[in-house]
């Protein structure tokens, strides 16, 4: 396994490979990362991970100094799943223009507006860096499939319509959520939780599935389903964000004549921001 910092070192070391699958993460890897490499290693037998902690898609208030940084740990799992290169750019690295606490000048992407509903209406400019940071890496790397995990459901749809709208030349492949035992999604911010609150992390995935169960009982009462579990959790401890019954094929709220359906929830437990959403069709 090798592990490159610059853009120049990793187009060397891929200039002979035609067929490469490329995992970006933020690093803090957990089983469900070592899950993306697992299907990236079904495509082709170079296998790229970048970890890189973007700026770009971090709010002013938001965890982007905390954000866990476990380099060390990261390589050894990587290096057991078999990959081929790790991509460890620098801030600087990856933007050009950096001047050490300034992004601004950067070029970005501007998404579609479903980038603004979700969590998107909570995180303002977040897809925009998800979108710039993935256009570049893909820029870098060039791969012929990227994998994504389903856990980040309206980032892989945000992502699927970059690569159609600017024509990339890139099969997105996206991966189901890897879940704790309970039910908890298994994230990288799951890390921040006390015991405490792990124990009742759960009741998000239990939400979501009340709801998935709901509607396929036949209730198409979408708005009082959403408002129900809201108020659930709030009840149970939660800050709950939004609770949404959408679309799963266009991630638009959902009427009574879509029968492919993905719900979506966002809720605080403490500080911690948790999401999770089920697909299901009816
Ligand atoms: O899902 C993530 O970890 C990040 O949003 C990604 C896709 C690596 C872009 O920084």
Redesign the pocket.
């Known amino acids: 396994m090798q592990i490159i910092n610059t853009i120049a070192d990793l187009r060397s070391a891929l200039k002979n490979q035609e067929n490469i699958a490329f995992v970006?993460?933020?690093g803090n890897l957990h089983a469900g990362h070592i899950q993306l490499v697992e299907v990236a290693k079904q495509h082709a037998s170079c296998v790229v991970v970048?970890i890189?902690v973007?700026p770009l898609?971090f709010g002013p208030t938001e965890d982007l100094a905390s954000y866990p940084r476990t380099l060390e740990a990261d390589r050894k799992k990587l290096k057991a799943a078999d990959t081929s290169i790790v991509f460890t750019p620098t801030v600087e690295e990856m933007y050009a223009d950096f001047d050490g606490k300034n992004l601004n000048q950067t070029m970005t992407i501007i998404p579609p507006p479903i980038a603004n509903e979700l969590c998107g209406a909570a995180r303002p400019g977040h897809f925009a860096g998800?979108a710039t940071?993935?256009m570049k890496l893909f820029n870098m790397v060039q791969p012929s499939v990227a994998v994504?995990?389903q856990k980040?459901f309206q980032?892989l749809f945000i992502i699927k319509q970059m690569v159609k709208q600017f024509n990339l030349p890139v099969n997105i492949i996206g991966v189901d959520t890897v879940r704790e035992p309970g039910g908890l999604a298994m994230s990288s911010r799951n890390g921040y939780l006390t015991n405490a609150q792990r124990a009742t992390a759960s009741q998000l995935n239990r939400a979501l599935q009340g709801i998935v169960q709901s509607v396929k009982n036949g209730n198409r009462d979408y708005s009082q389903l959403e408002q129900q579990a809201k108020s659930t959790l709030n009840s149970q401890g939660w800050t709950s964000d939004y609770i949404s019954i959408r679309s799963s094929l266009t991630l638009l709220t959902a009427s009574n004549a879509d029968t492919d359906l993905v719900v979506l929830g966002s809720a605080k437990l403490g500080n911690t921001r948790l999401i999770d959403n089920l697909t299901f069709n009816i």
């Open positions: 970006p993460t933020m970048s890189f973007n898609q998800v940071v993935v994504f995990g980040d980032q």
